[in-house]
């Protein structure tokens, strides 16, 4: 019977005193460049998830109190809270996936972000026109707040496509170069 021990070999004082393990721990845990890009999604997605929740409740009293007149028109009603709604959930799955080490491929992840800008870009313009509309029409109520919500919702689903825009650069930056999976 022929038995064979492999040899395992050590590495010397010389190399400054890191053994090849070491080495491959570094690597694992801290990436190749520092490892901050890896922290750059979910920071990303913590905004954004903020983001859809304050559209989310900026839109909501001018959408079902006009019962006078309206603010808003249904179909961009239904247009933003078909965006908001989807990627909150998007946003907290995504999240959710990190705190239990699974990982979304990067080439979904860009998928998901350049859908979610255009989105949240065309129900900013849909938005921010059905209040310039109805700012143009002359009639101002004693209470413009729910106007100030309209206006409010608008900017701030401008600055939701840009964070996802930002999203999908990084992204696909860090996916193309091998940083996230």
Not at 1 to 23: F, K, P, V
Not at 79 to 101: C, E, H
Not at 114 to 126: G, N
Request: charged fraction near 20%; include cysteine; proline fraction near 4%.
């Amino acid at each position: 019977m022929n038995i064979e021990i492999s040899r395992l070999t050590m590495a010397s004082n010389d190399q400054g005193g890191t053994d090849q393990t070491d080495r491959g721990l570094r690597k694992e845990y801290f990436g190749n460049g520092g490892g901050f890009g890896r922290f750059l999604p979910p920071v990303f997605k913590l905004l954004e998830l903020a983001v859809a929740i304050i559209c989310i409740g900026l839109i909501d009293d001018p959408a079902n109190n006009s019962r006078l007149r309206p603010f808003a028109t249904t179909r961009t009603i239904a247009l933003a809270y078909s965006t908001f709604v989807p990627f909150l959930m998007f946003s907290v799955i995504y999240l959710f996936g990190k705190v239990i080490r699974e990982n979304i491929p990067w080439k979904l992840q860009s998928l998901l972000n350049l859908t979610a800008f255009i989105l949240y870009l065309a129900t900013a313009i849909c938005i921010l026109h059905d209040w310039s509309e109805t700012k143009n029409r002359n009639y101002w109520p004693p209470n413009t707040q729910r106007m100030d919500f309209l206006c409010g919702a608008g900017s701030v689903a401008v600055v939701g496509a840009v964070l996802y825009l930002l999203d999908l650069i990084v992204t696909t930056r860090l996916g193309a170069k091998g940083e996230i999976e």
